[in-house]
């Protein structure tokens, strides 16, 4: 039976993308394929711009879940006694663990699930809805889902060629880091001349919550 190594997990609202604004239960799993994690790594990753913190399994309610029922009871203890549950599945990269259990067990709880992915890797069925953030040099299997969300600018990555993917929602997301600024001037001018992309705003940052 497999375990989790799961990083965080907290009740806030989503901060990005098309379901933005929805309270949620994240579950941030720990671990990546692109990047360490470590600061002295970052340079030479695949990810140079990564905003999170996804190492260890020292954040609330991060540990090793030894399966799949123990992470659900305890993302359903975190939505608490409400209707319709949802969970958001992050990371670090969450498709290294997110298995047919796990979804299952969610699924058994009632969970509506959506996964935040860089897209290297298959995601198993019953996910409900699937957010995609490409990453220059990586290999993309996954082009088909609910939301494109990416990253801008990410110099190397064509935003028309991405625009032949399979998604009901193409989304440009400015880079947080020393040039946010730019990087949203850069996506709003985008956007105001390819009306098929719109723009995400990390809002959880702006709002100050997780
Ligand atoms: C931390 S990642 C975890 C999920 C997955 N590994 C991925 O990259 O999609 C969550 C989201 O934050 C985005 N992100 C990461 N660093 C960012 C940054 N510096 N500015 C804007 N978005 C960022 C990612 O592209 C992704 O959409
Ligand atoms: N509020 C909030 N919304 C988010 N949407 C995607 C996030 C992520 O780190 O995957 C994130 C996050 O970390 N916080
Ligand atoms: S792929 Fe996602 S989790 Fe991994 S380093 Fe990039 S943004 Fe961070
Ligand atoms: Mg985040």
Known sequence: MASYAVKEMFLTLQGEGVQVGRRAVFLRFAGCNLWTG???DRATAVCTFCDTDFVGLDGDHGGR?????ALADRAAALWGDFPEPFVVMTGGEPLL????????ALKARGFEMAVETNGTQPAPDGIDWICVSPKQGSDVVLRRGNELKLVWPQPGLDPDELAGWDFDHFLLQPMDGPNLSSARE???RFVLEHPRWRLSTQT???VGIR
């Open 97 to 104: 663990q997110i298995d047919a259990a796990l979804v299952a």
């Open 65 to 69: 879940y030894p399966d799949a029922d």
């Open 204 to 206: 959880h940052k702006v």
């Open 186 to 188: 850069a996506a709003i």
């Open 38 to 40: 470590r600061e002295e």
